[in-house]
């Protein structure tokens, strides 16, 4: 589904290059989750956003079903991410001026007419599979912290896509809304998804059957 081979970035810094990504090789299959530890700064981060499209890495090859997303033009490569990868960021990144509604089916706007007729009924059932339903028309600053992760994820879902990366989708979440997260990320990668979780919470790496480390830019162990 997702592979990464030999996959650096560095960044140009007060005192020098920092090498957030240090030749890394990783693949992912269908139907698992994934779960990347390590320190912050290590490049956990660095490494979702160029998995996802976002980050063009200094070199190594990002392959997506098979096709190499990076030699895509930069708006076939939106197109791509629209389809195929559904992102959780860390803060959010909800529309402050939309509701609830809006911001999960913000991803369908670049759909084809044909795609976009079930696009609501879908954003309706997603609302209802999160228990948002009493929170449909509010806004992010009315939402609780548990509440705006809710919406993020199921953002990230709204498109049927093959891969969701998440950037510590539990991390400020209590014992009930982690759970509620994680559960719903299993059932995605049950049904055939794949997911890459960035995360320091122990209940996400206790949760899955692949646990990554990373330290100072490459991947050390795996569990």
């Known amino acids: ?39 912050s700064g290590c490049g956990k981060t660095t490494l979702l956003l160029a998995a996802g499209g976002l980050l063009a890495p200094d070199k190594g090859t990002v392959s997506l079903d098979g096709e190499s997303i990076y ?7 939106a197109k791509l991410r629209a389809a195929k990868i559904g992102f959780v960021f860390q803060q959010f990144h909800l529309a402050p001026y939309l509701t609830v509604l809006d911001n999960i089916m913000v991803p369908t706007l670049t759909n084809s007419p044909s795609l976009r007729l079930n696009s609501r009924q879908r954003a309706l059932n997603l609302v209802e599979r999160f228990g948002l339903t009493n929170r449909l028309n509010h806004l992010p600053d009315e939402l609780s912290t548990g509440e705006r992760q809710r919406v993020a994820l199921a953002r990230a879902m709204i498109n049927n896509p093959g891969l969701i990366l998440a950037d510590e989708p539990t991390g400020n979440l209590d014992e009930a809304n982690a759970h509620g997260v994680l559960d719903a990320l299993a059932e995605f990668a049950a049904a055939g998804g794949t997911v890459l979780i960035v995360s320091h919470d122990s209940r996400a790496a206790n949760r899955y059957h692949r646990t990554i ?11």
């Open 71 to 77: 030699t895509l033009s930069q708006h076939s490569r």
């Open 213 to 223: 480390h990373m330290v100072n830019g490459k991947l050390t162990t795996e569990e």
């Open 1 to 39: 589904m997702l592979n990464l081979q030999n996959i650096s970035k560095s960044y140009r810094g007060r005192h020098g290059a920092v090498q957030a990504v240090d030749n890394i090789s990783l693949e992912l299959q269908q139907q698992t989750v994934t779960v990347l530890r390590g320190p």
